[in-house]
């Protein structure tokens, strides 16, 4: 499975963006999919995760009620809607599927990643 995510760009803070996950193959319906993001010198972190049938979701705190994670399996594609984006958002934000179909807010156990959308917010 091959991942690539697109989407991003530069937005003023309390605007949207809505990055898109476009995978390869035909098993990915059968991956979790997850949402990291890197800040310039911070760790990769969790933003969001959801299962293979798109029927649970997981968000970081920091953003839970402003992003929504989903998926259309029939388009091997996955989205992340960021609303309400603040400076604290800027980072560069990478995709990733799990195989297993497991969900992880680790970035350890996702088999594949996409190359990553700069998402940049002014203030």
């Known amino acids: 499975v091959q991942l690539q995510a697109s989407g991003g760009g530069l937005v003023q803070a309390g605007g949207s963006l809505r990055l898109s996950c476009a995978a390869s193959?035909?098993?990915?319906?059968?991956?979790?999919m997850g949402w990291f993001r890197q800040a310039p010198g911070k760790e990769r972190e969790f933003v969001a995760a959801?299962?293979?049938?798109?029927?649970?979701?997981y968000y970081e705190d920091s953003v839970k009620g402003r992003f929504t994670i989903s998926r259309d399996n029939a388009k091997n594609t996955g989205y992340l809607q960021m609303n309400r984006l603040a400076p604290e958002d800027t980072a560069v934000y990478y995709c990733?599927?799990?195989?297993?179909?497991?969900?992880?807010?680790?970035?350890?156990?996702?088999?594949?990643w996409g190359q990553g959308t700069l998402v940049t917010v002014s203030s």
């Open positions: 959801i299962t293979w049938s798109g029927s649970t979701t």
């Open positions: 193959g035909r098993t990915f319906g059968w991956y979790s």
């Open positions: 990733a599927a799990d195989s297993k179909g497991l969900i992880s807010r680790a970035p350890g156990p996702y088999d594949y």
